[in-house]
C-alpha cells in the first residue's frame, strides 16, 4: 500500500504558508454552484436518497467550509459542463475534470486535487491489447466530452478502430456488458471500483498497460475571470493537503494517495 503525503508537496509549501491568511481574507461568497456528473463512483454517484455523493463531492463540500461557503451540487451531462460554466448556469466543475492544454484554452482550473492512469476494460479473453493495430475493426466505448474521448479519436481512430460515444459511463458500461461494443476506455480507478468489482464487471478485466492521456491530474474548472473564486479554492486545497485533512478523505475511498505525487 503506497503511503499518504507525510509532508506537502514541492509548489505546495509556499503556497500553504499562506492558506490560513487568504482563507480568513476572503469574503463569505454565499453559494458556490458546482457542476457534477453523478454517474462515475467512487469519484461522483447518486446515493439512495437522490443527493450526491463521492470523492468529489466530499473534497467540494470541505473545500466550501473552509470557503466559508455553501455547495449546491447542479447535476449535468459531462459534455455540458463548459458550455454550462460559460453561460453562468453553475460557478465551478467539481467533476473529475482531467486538466488538459485543450481544455485550459477555454476554463481556468484550481491545483491538482488528483490524479490517475486510464485503462482499457474488455472482457475476458478478449485478446487484443491497447495498441492500435490490435484494436482495428473494434468498437470501443468512451464518454462524450471526456479526455479518453480526445484520445481514443486521436490515436485509435485514424487505424479504423471505431470509437462510440455515449453521455454517460454507465451507458458505456451498459452496451459493454451486452456486447454492441468491444471495450470501454476510462480512468482507473472508476473502472476499477465502479465496473470490475460490481456484479455487472463480472467476467471482464483490464487490457493492456495504463495509458497517459497527456493531462496534468484533476482540477476545478472555472470561468477565467473568477480570480477571486480560484484562489479562494486554491488556498483551501492547499491548506486540506497541509493539515492532513485531504489524507483523511482520501482514506475513505481509496488505499492509496490518489494525489499522484
Known sequence: MTKFLRAIPGGLMAMSLFAAAGLAQAADTGVVRFG????????????????????????????????HAQCKWVELEFSGMIPALAARKIDAILSSMAITEKRAQQIAF??????????????????????????SGKHIGVQSGTQFEGYALANWAPHGVSIVQYKSQQEVFEDLVTGRIDGALLGTVEADQGFLRTPQGKGFQFVGQPLSMGDHGVGIGMRKDDLQLKASID????????????????HRYFSFDPYGN
Do not use: H, W
Open 36 to 67: 457534477i456528473d453523478p454517474t462515475y463512483p467512487p469519484m461522483d454517484a447518486k446515493a439512495p436518497d437522490g443527493s450526491v455523493q463521492g470523492f468529489d463531492v466530499d473534497l467540494g463540500n470541505e473545500i466550501c467550509r473552509r470557503m
Open 110 to 135: 484550481s491545483s491538482k486535487l488528483y490524479r490517475f492512469k486510464s485503462r482499457l476494460v474488455a472482457r475476458t479473453g478478449s485478446g487484443f491489447g491497447t495498441d492500435a493495430a490490435s484494436l
Open 235 to 250: 488556498a483551501a486545497i492547499a491548506s486540506m493537503l497541509a493539515d492532513g485533512t485531504y489524507a483523511r478523505i482520501a
